[in-house]
């Protein structure tokens, strides 16, 4: 199985100022069809998990232009540019090259 | 509008038997792999298994195979997990999702039905 590993574990932010969540794979998410799925979901408390960015950079329909995904191979990143308090909660990146899918451990962020 | 409602949780004791159901409404159900999601409390997510449109291939995570089985109805625009064989590790909040398997990502979820598996 791919193991998908996150950090920081947890990230307090000042409002208005950016964030970056780490995301590093234990084999690489290239699929023989040469996409590679990788994808982050945001969890507000209490919430189902919502899903922000697909194929490493791609924004899901209504997510903001604060949220943006980067990387390639086996290290990835999501961003936001300038955290609003509407974005605490919890982060994971998510594999789909291989099944089984798998979920990184999450990322918490908070506001200080 | 895209909606998931999962049913079916509930309070069972180790070794039994439990049925989820999820309902789909805004979306050509028959259309789409569907997937199981869980998270026990206070963790991350663990997804659990998916199948395809027509329920040709399914596939599961290791720790359920043999007792979890995922299927459909489009029929009805249904998705099922026959739960069996319990275990109190498989407590959790159960999701039902939508695959998009254009691009392999899960983009609606429903809010998840709690399954308590206790003594």
């Known amino acids: ?18 964030a970056s969540i780490s995301c590093r794979s234990s084999q690489s998410l290239v699929h023989s069809d040469g996409n590679t799925y990788l994808s982050w979901l945001q969890q507000r408390p209490g919430q189902p998990p919502r ?16 949220f943006s ?35 990184g451990q999450g990322t918490k962020v908070e506001i200080k | 509008e895209v ?5 079916g949780g509930g309070l069972v004791q180790p070794g039994g038997s439990l049925r989820l159901s999820c309902a789909a409404s805004g979306f050509t159900f028959s259309s789409y792999w569907m997937s199981w999601v869980r998270q026990a409390p ?9 199948i395809k449109q027509d329920g040709s291939e399914k596939y599961y995570v290791d720790s359920v195979k043999g007792r979890f089985t995922i299927s ?15 275990r109190a590790e498989d407590t959790a909040v159960y999701y039902c999702a939508r695959d998009r398997a254009a691009i392999w990502a899960i983009d609606y979820w429903g809010q998840g039905t709690l399954v308590t598996v206790s003594s």
Do not use: H
């Open chain 1, 51 to 66: 899903l922000l960015i697909y194929k490493i950079s791609n924004r899901f329909s209504g997510v903001p232009d604060r």
């Open chain 2, 3 to 7: 909606q998931l409602v999962e049913s």
């Open chain 2, 72 to 86: 459909r109805d489009n029929a009805k625009n249904s998705l099922y997990l026959q739960m069996n064989s319990l």
């Open chain 2, 42 to 50: 206070g963790k991350g997510l663990e997804w659990v298994a998916n």
């Open chain 1, 69 to 103: 995904g980067s990387g390639a191979g086996t290290d990835f990143t999501l961003k936001i540019s300038r955290v609003e308090a509407e974005d605490v909660g919890v982060y994971y990146c998510m594999q789909a090259t291989q099944f089984p899918l798998t979920f």
């Open chain 1, 1 to 18: 199985d791919i193991v998908m590993t996150q950090t920081p574990l947890s990230s307090p932010v000042t409002l208005g100022q950016p």
